[in-house]
């Protein structure tokens, strides 16, 4: 897989995305690239910048109440598990706080109607010394609570009280692929075990090069084709070399993967769909 920029960018036009919420609510959201937390909805989920052409990400309100919304630039990193854990910037490496430099986006705060959509735009301006690499932060979209009001009858109660408010909040990636990069991907090690009440898929992805591997797995009937599985958003980022997934399947499911099958981890279906990694094997 060569990459030297971006294959995900979405046109400027903010009637599109309205449509995004319309279809979102008539029950067909999974089809869509948009995220939901609480009544924000997102998209795209997962945004890749050549580093100048700037695009755009829609905040909406599917929510029956205005709301307000903090937009701020966060760095995560990977584990080989597939976990995120926050960096703080003093522990970032220069990688990472390249990232953070780079990266412009406004506006910083949104207010919302119901059924209202916004845009926010961002871009990347990366230094003319920028060594050719892959860089990530991660946008986070987070509602700022609403004042609650306090009644008579609570004010006249002594003591301290507190009311613990949820924040909803939603978090989407932003790669910014610099110069001409590579990736490659191998597989290994699939096997299916049962854990508790139900069984998983477990595959490693080893993955090599500057570049992160994103796609979908899918694992067919080797002769026939038949697709008996498929998980889509499988991320492996560039600061890990390999990862392991754990994919849920039900146990009456996972009988019907038992035999010889071809395994694949494919792109996205709206990056092309290439092929990334595959092996045969029996299950």
């Known amino acids: ?32 690239p948009a995220k939901a937390q609480g009544d924000l909805l997102v998209a795209p989920t997962r945004v890749i910048l050549d580093g100048r052409r ?7 309100n599917i929510g029956s109440e205005e ?8 760095l995560r990193r990977m584990t080989p ?9 003093d522990q970032a490496n220069a990688i990472e706080l390249a990232a953070l430099e780079m990266i412009r986006y406004a506006p910083r705060r949104i207010t919302l109607p119901p059924g209202q959509p916004q845009a926010v735009r961002l871009s990347a301006r990366p230094g003319a010394e920028l060594p050719d690499g892959e860089y990530r932060v991660h946008m986070a979209f987070r509602a700022i609570p609403r004042p609650v009001k306090v009644t008579d009858e609570e004010a006249s109660e002594p003591g301290l009280k507190l009311k613990l408010v949820p924040v909803y909040g939603v978090t989407i990636p932003i790669i910014v692929r610099h110069g001409q990069l590579e990736a490659k991907a191998a597989l290994e090690q699939p096997r299916i075990e ?27 009937r080797q002769g026939s084709g038949e697709l008996l599985y498929a998980a889509r958003g499988l991320a492996v980022y560039a600061e ?9 399947v039900a146990n009456d499911e996972a009988a019907r993967l038992n035999g010889p099958v071809r395994i694949e981890y494919r792109e996205a279906a709206a990056a092309g769909g290439g092929l990334i990694a595959a092996i045969d094997t029996v299950l």
């Open 1 to 32: 897989m060569k990459t030297t920029g971006s294959n995900h960018r979405l046109p400027g036009k903010l009637a599109r995305y309205a449509a995004i919420v319309a279809i979102a609510l008539a029950g067909t959201l999974p089809a869509l």
């Open 67 to 74: 709301a307000t919304y903090r937009v701020e630039l966060e």
């Open 194 to 220: 049962r854990a508790g009440e139900r069984s998983e898929i477990r595959v490693t992805v080893n993955r090599a090069g500057q570049a992160s591997t994103y796609g979908d797995l899918q694992i067919l």
């Open 81 to 89: 598990e597939g976990g995120l854990i926050d960096v703080e910037p």
């Open 240 to 248: 890990v070399p390999s990862r392991e997934f754990n994919l849920p």
């Open 54 to 60: 700037g695009t755009e990400v829609i905040l909406s």
